[in-house]
């Protein structure tokens, strides 16, 4: 957990929802000690930040435009890249 601290410059006062985060269903069974839950809500935060950068980085363009860049940059290749680059 250190070593995923220093790759992102980060530090979590929460070590245990770090570690529900990091930690697949079929580890323990259950649905309150793994990530599932959380993803949905990071997947949603994440998909806000995307969104906020790139409308004011393009002004001009359209909503449908908008989108189309959010999905490229959120697609699950380029998060799975960006994960492998920070280690998990």
């Known amino acids: 957990m250190k070593e995923l601290e220093k790759n992102l410059q980060y530090h979590f006062n929460n070590q245990h929802l770090l570690h529900q985060a990091l ?3 079929s580890k323990t069974g259950k649905l309150s000690e793994n990530y599932e839950r959380l993803e949905f809500l990071g997947d949603a ?3 806000i ?3 906020r950068v790139l409308y004011h980085k393009y ?3 359209r909503e449908g435009q908008l989108t189309r860049k959010r999905a490229a940059l ?3 290749a380029n998060l799975a890249r960006a994960a492998t680059r920070l280690g998990l």
């Open 49 to 51: 930040c995307v969104s």
């Open 74 to 76: 959120v697609c699950e």
């Open 59 to 61: 002004p001009k363009l």
């Open 45 to 47: 935060v994440l998909e």
């Open 23 to 25: 930690t697949h269903t």
